[in-house]
T-cell receptor
Framework: EAGVVQSPRYKIIEKKQPVAFWCNPI?????LYWYLQNLGQGPELLIR????????DSQLPKDRFSAERLKGVDSTLKIQPAELGDSAVYLC?????????????FGAGSRLTVL | QKEVEQDPGPLSVPEGAIVSLNCTYS??????FMWYRQYSRKGPELLMY????GNKEDGRFTAQVDKSSKYISLFIRDSQPSDSATYLC????????????FGQGTRLTINP
C-alpha cells in the first residue's frame, strides 16, 4: 500500500504567487485532513473532509486558502496569493471510519518556501 | 497559554539510555492521548495510543497518563540511534482524530 501521497514535496515561490498542493489518501479512508506545520511546531488542523464534504474548516484562512475534495478521494489545497508567513510544511492525513477513526496516517508533507 | 505544552528540547542522550519525554495540558476534558514520531522530512506516525489514565507498554516504549496532574509521558528503554526523531504528543476530548491537539514536539537524538 502506497500510504498517503502528497505532491509536490518541495515548492519555492515568490510572494503573491499562487500555489497548489495535492493529496491522495489511503484507499477507503473517508476522512481527509490538511494540517499546517510551522518549523519547530506541532501540526495544526486547517480543514477536515468527510468524503467530499468539508465538515471543519474553522481554522482555514478563507481569504487566501481554499481546498476541495472532488469525488471524495483526492484533495487539493490552494493558496492565492501566498505570503511570506505561509512558508511551512503542509501535511495531508487520512483516517478510516469506525473503530479505526482514531488513527491518522500522514503523508510526507509539502514544504513551501515563499520568498 | 497553549492547551498542550511540550519541551522542544533538543534532547541528546547516549545509546542504551532510558529516555523520558513529557507533555502537560490544561484541558481536563482530554481523554485520549497519543504519541507520534516524526523523522526528518517525513510525516508523523502514530507510536502509542492510550485512553484515560494508566500505563501502556509496547516493546521498548511505555506511555503513561496521569490525568490528576494533567501530565503524560513516553519512556523509551534501551534507546537506539534509530529512535532519533521528533516526538509529538497529541490529545483529544473525543474518540477519533477530528479534534487532535498536538504539542510542539521534542527533538531527540540518540548518540551511538
Amino acid at each position: 500500500e502506497a500510504g498517503v501521497v502528497q505532491s509536490p514535496r518541495y515548492k519555492i515561490i515568490e510572494k503573491k504567487q499562487p500555489v497548489a498542493f495535492w493529496c491522495n489518501p489511503i484507499s477507503g479512508h473517508n476522512t481527509l485532513y490538511w494540517y499546517l506545520q510551522n518549523l519547530g511546531q506541532g501540526p495544526e488542523l486547517l480543514i477536515r473532509y468527510e468524503n467530499e464534504e468539508a465538515v471543519d474548516d474553522s481554522q482555514l484562512p478563507k481569504d487566501r486558502f481554499s481546498a476541495e475534495r472532488l469525488k471524495g478521494v483526492d484533495s487539493t489545497l490552494k493558496i492565492q496569493p501566498a505570503e511570506l508567513g505561509d512558508s511551512a510544511v503542509y501535511l495531508c492525513a487520512s483516517s478510516p471510519g469506525g473503530s479505526g477513526a482514531n488513527v491518522l496516517t500522514f503523508g510526507a508533507g509539502s514544504r513551501l518556501t515563499v520568498l | 497559554q497553549k492547551e498542550v505544552e511540550q519541551d522542544p528540547g533538543p534532547l541528546s542522550v547516549p545509546e542504551g539510555a532510558i529516555v523520558s519525554l513529557n507533555c502537560t495540558y490544561s484541558n481536563s476534558a482530554f481523554q485520549y492521548f497519543m504519541w507520534y514520531r516524526q523523522y526528518s522530512r517525513k510525516g508523523p506516525e502514530l507510536l502509542m495510543y492510550t485512553y484515560s489514565s494508566g500505563n501502556k507498554e509496547d516493546g521498548r516504549f511505555t506511555a503513561q497518563v496521569d490525568k490528576s496532574s494533567k501530565y503524560i509521558s513516553l519512556f523509551i528503554r534501551d534507546s537506539q540511534p534509530s529512535d532519533s526523531a521528533t516526538y509529538l504528543c497529541a490529545m483529544s476530548v473525543i474518540q477519533g482524530a477530528q479534534k487532535l491537539v498536538f504539542g510542539q514536539g521534542t527533538r531527540l537524538t540518540i548518540n551511538p
